[in-house]
């Protein structure tokens, strides 16, 4: 089995994209994206050992095992991302095929070619983040990575501002869900910030500002 590579280089307007994954499946993405190496002018397949996601994922194997990842993989193929372009928006998928060895203990992840433009050569064209999977991959909310990958991007700069409404976007809520700000901020913000002190390499505290009687922007320092 090669050295477990976890760093991931990837295009801050993927970053920023919407999209929508379960805790299992996004950690299962990073996985497979943590294999691309920063040389990779294509794509080519990307193995992930089901014994080292299950380590590094901190999943229990059991007898029916196989068949969670499985299930796993077919719902992380289906799910979209949503990419804003310069013309409009790209509805795509991370994956155009993923296929499980039921016998050999690994699977192969193969990246849509419409990924290219935001996970391959980036250093050349810079507005790219690097972050290491091993931050995130402890964490118990699927939010608390999304918000460590947002926030990652602006780690430089030590602060950065955005609308609930855009934030939510990025999150892959819907914007009428968490109409109370009490409860966004108690099981999005409050749970991230507890997860990325205790598990990352940044955390972060906030204020928020008003229109009207509404939280209308965020500010992460």
């Known amino acids: ?22 805790l299992v499946e996004l950690k299962m993405l990073l996985m497979a994206l943590a294999k691309i190496k920063r040389e990779d002018k294509d794509f080519s397949f990307y193995r992930i050992y ?5 380590d590094l994922a901190a999943i229990k194997s059991n007898n029916a095992y196989y068949k969670y990842l499985r299930q796993t993989a077919r719902s992380l193929r289906r799910k979209e991302v949503e990419i804003e372009t310069e013309q409009g928006h790209l509805i795509t998928g991370y994956f155009s095929d993923i296929e499980l060895y039921k016998n050999h203990g690994y699977m192969d992840f193969y990246i849509s070619p419409k990924m290219k433009p935001y996970l391959l050569d980036l250093v050349s064209k810079g507005n790219f983040t690097i972050y290491d999977i ?16 947002l926030l990652k991007q602006c780690e430089k700069m030590g602060k950065r501002s955005i609308t609930v409404k855009d934030l939510k ?23 991230a910030r507890k997860e990325l002190k205790k598990y990352s390499d940044i955390y972060f505290e906030y204020e928020t500002k008003r229109q009207g009687r509404l939280i209308e922007k965020i500010t992460f320092t």
């Open 1 to 22: 089995m090669e050295k477990q590579k976890t760093t991931i280089v990837e295009a801050n307007t993927l970053l920023e994209a919407k999209h929508s994954f379960n």
């Open 50 to 54: 089901t014994s080292e996601f299950r």
């Open 134 to 149: 091993r931050n995130v991959i402890n964490c118990k909310s699927v939010y608390s990575i999304r918000l460590y990958q």
């Open 169 to 191: 976007f990025m999150l892959g809520l819907d914007s009428d869900q968490y109409p109370r700000w009490n409860n966004f901020r108690a099981r999005i913000l409050e749970v």
